[in-house]
Each structure stands twice: as structure tokens, then as C-alpha cells.
């Protein structure tokens, strides 16, 4: 997993700007610490910091190949789990490869099928190709957006990167926000609007979108949609199936060339891939797994049962240890170090993030990248099979609005009188803009089209915050994670799956449940559903509640815009917030981090309010 970026500029010589290039290229340097190098043709230039997984001698990048005296150079970030039978395909065609990495595939599966490759690939990635003899520039994002590809037009040219600092470093983009991005920000933050950079004049491509810049014009095209198709499956083929999907991506994601380790929560998700990968390692022969976990200090002194987390991890990791023989590892997080860590965070998102969750995330993966460069995570099957409250709830259901963030008023109470009054109303167009491009059966019930809409939601708004979280959070230490639950052929068959299916036996992640009942030990398949873990001392609240104070001392851009007697009511009255700012547990002390890291961002990236 490495990190990319690029100029394409008009006029410009960029030999004569290797700083910029430079600058551009260190932005980088924590998603890519092992090797980095710049292409320049002129006009254009392409930027890459590698983090080493497969292939060292023969991956380097930028890389460059020709074909009948045309050629091409890419730079690339992310894994290819089809990369064999790609590579097969090729070679009937007549192409050889140097070695065996993923990069000379996609790049000569660019060469062989231009812009209709993207649809051929499975994987996680983003990557630029630049064909010098037209000089055309192609720029993809993985199906389900489990890379980032930020870029911004300007008058004349387009810049492009992993992350939006690198886009800041190029000079052609400012640190401006406006109206729009002020929305974002408060009102639906830490999530974004799809494609939206929150920057004045920075984008994002899309989940399954392409672009392609030729002559001072960009052209995108989404290349993978969610469409509707009738679930023709028998209850005992789609349970045979959901099994070998899983299995098949967990399988194919377990390719590496250095170290590789695995999270384990204890719950469902975790679990599966973790003796998954344990049976596979068992009949190859292979070592013992190593798994991960995280827990606070002293948690459990003040550990409280809730609907949304109704029980403890640590039994049922020791279960999970014991059945699949793994080698783990405790990663215990310290609550000053906790609140010390939403700093890093914010400049591992280069936006205000999902705070302790975020920033807890980041500590884990800095000890986990101590003896390890590759893991594997369970993120996303809540998203795809139905595994939140929201689902199973139907008075939330049916509720008209983003089943997580129900409510606007904790957001507009910290504001003061007068500061973006059309909260709800953006929030509202959000939400409608979503629900309107779900596509549906004529033959779905009642139900069923709820689920659709449900799925849409959930696809591009909290899971791709959740994504954007695992990626800035764990390349912010240089560890690649790969996410199987994301592979595109799951979420296709999920998207189409009848509720009564997927909520097999009416349990959240029903039909999952069902497909590896024989497989996992009974306790931790029908164990409810516990969220990630979040710190319960009280300590972090008091530092959270101390550094707010000090905030609201100063006078600065923020302070101009928020309430000191909305965030003093929260201070005085944390347990009289009745809906959680964001997800299931933000609530007051996260509400409260939530300002000391919009607080920093503003510091920080000398953001100007326009």
C-alpha cells in the first residue's frame, strides 16, 4: 500500500519545480516509508511513496511500460486479489512480466483495455496511468472506495493525492473553506458528502468512478453502480454461498510478502476471518496467526451495559484465541495518550475525524506496525448485512432522515444564534440526494425498498467514513489493512438479498451468522452485536472537558462561530444528550473532542473561512 499523487499542469515545466514535486512527495511519507519516486514528462508529473508488500525489486514506481513504441507510466496504491488470473490472461496475450507484482498487471491491463479495466479489477485501490504520447491522464478509485483519490481543477491544470495535504503542498490549492464546507463540517461531520473534500474547490472520485484528463478537461465515469436484480437463490444456496464468498475474499487477501497479522475483536466479523485464516494457514502448513486486540486501561471498572454495547469484549476473545490458535497480542491504550492522540488524528484525516475512535485506532495500528505491515479487519459487514440497531428498529427505519445522526439539535446548539441556520435543511438535501439514486425491483416490498434505501445510506455515508478512518488511521504508521467484507462480489450479492434472508432467524447479520454457525464456536455466533470499543474512565472526559475550556478562552475563527453556553450545557449536563452527535456511542465527551480537533484543524491547516 503506497501513496500517489500528481500534476498535470498547462504551461508549466515541472523540472524546473522539483521542490513542489518534493514538498508534494513528504506530505506522503507516513503511507509510504520504504521507497519514493517522481516521473516527469514536462508538464506532468507523478508522485509515489511505497510502502513495501509485495515484490520489492520488481514494484518499484513510478513504473513504466511500452507498447508498440507508445508508453505509459503509472502510480499506484493499493492490492489486487485477482492479480494471477489477470496475469494469466495476459500472458495468452502475449504479454511477460518482470516479476510478480500487482502494479505491472494493472498497468498492462490498462494497456490492453484502456479505460475498461477498471471494471475488471478486484481489489482496493487508486491509481493514475499517463499515456505520453497523447498525453491523456487516467485516474481510478476500487469499487467500494476503500482507497482515497482526491483532486482539485484549477485554471490551469489538475492535481491529485492519497490525501488532501498533498493536494496543499502542490500551492494550487488553498486551505478555504465556504458556506458548504462550514455545513459539512458541523452538521455532518465526521462524515462527508460523497466526492466532497470539504476544502473549497477539492474532490474526491467516487466509489467505482474513473476520470480521465485530456486537453484541460475532466471526464469522469462511474464504472460500478448498486443495481437492483432479483434474488433467485434458495435459503440453503445463499448460505453456501454468503460462506464462500467470505471465505474466498479472506483467502485471497491473505497474499503477502511481509509480515501479516490479524484484529480480533471477539465478535462476529473479526472472528471469521480470524479462523478462516487459521484453517488456511493450518492446511498449508504455515505458522500460527497472530491476532491484535485493543482495550483501555481500567476499563472495565467503568464498563456499563447499553442496547448498543450490551457486553465486554475480552471473554470472547480469549474464546476466539483458544479455538483458532492464534499467537495475540493485547494492545492496552492509555486515556491521557487517548486524548492526546486526536492531534495526529486530525492530520491523519487532514479533516476532524470520529475522535476517540479515530484516534484510538491510531495508536493500535503504531503498536501493531512494531512487528507487522499487513492486516486483516472486519469492517463494513454491519453496513452490508444489516448489523446496526437502525435496521432492526422499525420506528428508525422508516424514520425519514440519516439513522445515525437523527436529530440536528446538539449540532445547532453549539453554535451561536444566527450561524448556519439551514442546518437541517443541507442535512435533509443529503439525505434525499441518496435516497433518490437507490435503485429498486418494482416486485421489492414495503420492506424490502426501505432496505435498499437503508443500504445506500449506510454504503456511502457511514461506511465510507468508517473506511476513510482505517485508512488515514492505520497508513498514518505505514500498516496496510485490508477490509475482505469490502470485496465488491459481497456487497452486490448482499445489495440484492431479500431482508428475510439477510436477517435470518431476525438476528442482526442473520444469514452471515448462519453460514459459519458450524464453524465458529456457538457463543460467538449468535453473540449480539457489541460495537467498537470505546474508552469508559471518566478521565477522558475531564481532560476533553479542560481542553474545551481552554478553547473557549481564545478568541479565533472557531470560537467567532460556536455557542460558549451550547458547549457549557453539554460540560454541566453530559448526560442529557438523547441522541448521539454521530453513530451510536458520540456523545458528550466525544462532542467535546469533536471541538478540540476543529479547534487544531483550524490552527493547524490555517484554514480561512470565505
Known sequence: MCGIAGLFTRYEDLSENIKTLSDMSKTLTRRGPDENGIFIDHNVALIHRRLVVIDRENGKQPMICGKKGEKYAIVYNGELYNTSELRKKLKKLGYSFKGHSDTEVVLKMYIEYGEKCASMLNGIF???VYEMYNKKLFLCRDKVGVKPLFYSLYKDGLVFGSEIKALLKSGKVKPVIDEEGLYEIFFLGPARTPAKGIFKGVNELLPGEYAVYSNGILTKNQYFTLKAKEHTDSEKKTIEKVRFLLSDAIEKQLVSDVPLCFFLSGGLDSSIITKTASDYYRKHKLTKPATYSVEYRDNMKYFEKSAFQPSADVEFIKMMIKDADTEHNEVILDNKKLAQALYPSVEA?????YVDVDSSLLLFCKEIKKKYTVALSGECADELFGG??????RD??????FPWSRSQKIRSSILKDGVLPKGEEYVRQKYLDTINKTDKLSSDSELDARMREMFMLNYYWFMQCLLERKDRCSMYSGLEV???FCDYRIVEYAYNMPWSLKAYNGREKGIVR???EDILPKEIVWRKKSPYPKTHNPIYMEICVKKVREILRKKTALTELISESGINSIIENPEGISSPWYGQLMKAPQILAYIIELD???????VVIE
Open 396 to 401: 428508525i427505519l422508516f424514520e425519514d432522515c
Open 482 to 484: 485490508r477490509v475482505p
Open 349 to 353: 484525516r487532514d479533516l476532524p475525524g
Open 126 to 128: 487508486a491509481f493514475a
Open 600 to 606: 487544531y484543524w483550524f490552527n493547524k491547516y490555517n
Open 388 to 393: 446496526y440497531p437502525w435496521y432492526h428498529n
Open 514 to 516: 448462519k453460514a459459519f
